[in-house]
């Protein structure tokens, strides 16, 4: 006899936890969040997430496909958040650096989880929604459909890939992430001019700059580009075409 395929509902647990609370998607992404937080990727597992939960360790499979579905659910909720501190203006160049902050500052948040999920694609609803607002950003403000892919695709990595490299650093304990930030003034201050004119040179600029993200700088670079793109590709006034940004 066939092995009945019970519905995935039906998989799901409805009494409550040994903790009194009734588990949902929601609460194990939650709770997972608070355990990379607090003990890293590698203190992420089924077992120790189960234990936190005050449910069986099997518990994380009824409701993501394994601990790589959990990490899938991890970035998404990541790239929810940012889509939910976001406020459209209509405006696209100051909407797009707005979502762009909003995507880091929500990686930052959780620097553990940014390391584990920022060189991810999850597929899931939400990112999905953050990628449809992207491209339908720049092809309302009149990019040519392969200029908008051009533009999304350099926008979205370098959002992620400052998020993943700013968290590295907020990963690390304090006291070591402390000890980086002072060789600015400890180390490179104090370097002679008849050695290394330049650092020596510019050593207060470089205390002053380098232990802040290059990200929002780089984001202003990518969206400046991207308009004088924009601009070029509208016709003359007075002409009487008009046609899309051409590659």
Request: aromatic share 6%; net charge neutral.
């Amino acid at each position: 006899m066939p092995k009945k395929v019970v519905p995935e509902a039906e998989r799901r647990r409805r009494r409550p936890t040994r903790q009194g609370t009734v588990l949902s998607e929601e609460l194990i992404v939650r709770t997972a969040l608070r355990m990379l937080r607090e003990h890293g990727s590698a203190g992420l597992t089924a077992r120790r997430l189960g234990a936190a939960l005050g449910a069986d360790p099997s518990t994380v499979y009824r409701y993501f496909a394994g601990m790589d579905g959990l990490t899938r659910a991890i970035g998404e909720e990541l790239m929810g958040r940012a889509l939910d501190s976001w406020t459209a203006t209509g405006e696209w160049r100051a909407d797009l650096r707005a979502l762009g902050l909003a995507v880091h500052a929500s990686y930052l948040a959780h620097p553990q989880a940014a390391l584990l999920t920022a060189s991810r694609v999850t597929g899931r609803p939400r990112e999905i929604q953050v990628d449809e607002t992207i491209l339908g950003i720049l092809r309302d403000a009149g990019f040519g459909d392969a200029a908008a892919v051009a533009v999304y695709h350099a926008f979205i990595d370098l959002a992620l890939a400052f998020a993943a490299l700013d968290a590295g650093a907020l990963a690390i304990k304090d006291e070591v992430r402390e000890a980086d930030e002072d060789m600015w003034t400890s180390t490179y201050a104090r370097l002679p001019a008849e050695t290394h004119p330049h650092i020596a040179a510019t050593a207060p600029l470089l205390a002053d700059r380098m232990n802040h993200s290059a990200y929002p700088v780089l984001l202003d670079t990518l969206l400046g580009q991207a308009e004088d793109r924009l601009l070029a590709s509208r016709p003359p006034r007075g002409s009487e075409t008009e046609s899309g940004v051409k590659q």
